[in-house]
């Protein structure tokens, strides 16, 4: 106790130290400036390869797909085609697109798998209630479907 108050230094300072932080208190947090949304295309990359790579259940794209895309896409999750099992995860390498018509996409992306690249393409339509849909789905240039009989 004998050292702190026979300590030597200016007396009479009794402000703190100057701030140097620029924020003010109770200024609440800082606007953060809006970001553009993803690109349909790029969402529904994402959404296909969760599905195929077994991080989400078929049926939580079910909303998302209309006529034949929920067909092809069911064939390939039976087939297990990007499951990777013990293996290194799926991922995204580029996505592309191409506009055949207003309210359309065809979509093409590659997918890594460890070493191995996969094609994915799929067709996206816009609905009346203006919400995209998946109508078409093919990974790695195989057919969605097996042929029927009479069928080529």
């Known amino acids: 106790m004998q050292k702190v108050m026979n300590r030597r230094g200016p007396r009479g300072i009794t402000r703190p ?3 140097r932080d620029t924020r003010r208190p109770g200024a609440g947090p800082r606007r ?5 949304p993803p690109h349909p295309t790029e969402l529904f990359t994402q ?4 599905v195929l790579s077994g991080d989400r259940p078929l049926h939580w794209f079910a909303r998302h797909a209309a006529h034949q895309g929920f ?6 999750v039976e087939r ?8 290194p995860r799926p991922t995204v390498h580029g996505v592309g697109h191409f506009e055949p018509a207003p309210g359309s996409y065809e979509v093409f992306a590659r997918i890594a798998v460890g070493p191995r690249l996969h094609a994915l393409a ?8 203006h919400r995209w849909r998946c109508t078409a789905v093919e990974l790695g240039g195989r057919p969605p479907r097996e042929p029927r009989n009479g069928d080529e």
């Open 122 to 129: 799929f067709r996206l339509s816009l609905g009346e209630d």
């Open 80 to 87: 297990r085609a990007l499951l990777p099992g013990a293996g």
């Open 47 to 50: 959404r296909l390869l969760q």
């Open 17 to 19: 130290p100057t701030r």
């Open 71 to 76: 067909d092809d896409l069911l064939w390939l």
């Open 32 to 36: 953060v400036p809006p970001q553009v």
